[in-house]
C-alpha cells in the first residue's frame, strides 16, 4: 500500500508563500504519475497540479504561473511551492499517486485570509 502524508499548510495571508511537502511510504515506481489535488467542503476534490516521472508537468488555469510541482525520486518525496496564494486557494491539500496500492492520506490545510 501507498500512504502519502502531507505537511507543509498553514495560515497565510494573501500575496504569501507556502511550501507542501508529500512523502509516501511503500514502493513508488519511477514511472508513476504524481499530483496535489485539493478539497474545500460540499465541493469535490480537484487536481492542482501534476508530474510525470520525467518532469512533465501540467496545471489547473487557476494556479498556472503561482504554483511549482517537483518530485524528489530518491525520497518518494512530493512538493508543491504555491506563491501568491488568494483566498480562494484554501483548501486541504492532498497528495496522490498513480499506484494501485495508493489510499489517500489526512492531508493538510491551507489557508488563505484576505
Known amino acids: 500500500q501507498v500512504q502519502p502524508v502531507e505537511s507543509g499548510g498553514g495560515l497565510v495571508q494573501a500575496g504569501g508563500s507556502l511550501r507542501l511537502s508529500c512523502t509516501a511510504s511503500?514502493?513508488?515506481?519511477?514511472?508513476?504519475?504524481m499530483a496535489w489535488y485539493r478539497q474545500t467542503p460540499g465541493k469535490q476534490r480537484e487536481s492542482v497540479a501534476s508530474?510525470?516521472?520525467?518532469?512533465?508537468?501540467n496545471y489547473v488555469d487557476s494556479v498556472r504561473g503561482r504554483f511549482t510541482i517537483s518530485r524528489d525520486n530518491a525520497k518518494n518525496a512530493l512538493y508543491l511551492q504555491m506563491n501568491g496564494l488568494k483566498p480562494e486557494d484554501t483548501a486541504v491539500y492532498y497528495c496522490?499517486?498513480?499506484?494501485?496500492?495508493?489510499?489517500w492520506g489526512p492531508g493538510t490545510q491551507v489557508t488563505v485570509s484576505s
Open positions: 496522490w499517486v498513480a499506484n494501485p496500492g495508493f489510499a
Open positions: 508530474i510525470s516521472s520525467t518532469g512533465h508537468t
Open positions: 511503500g514502493s513508488i515506481s519511477r514511472t508513476n504519475v
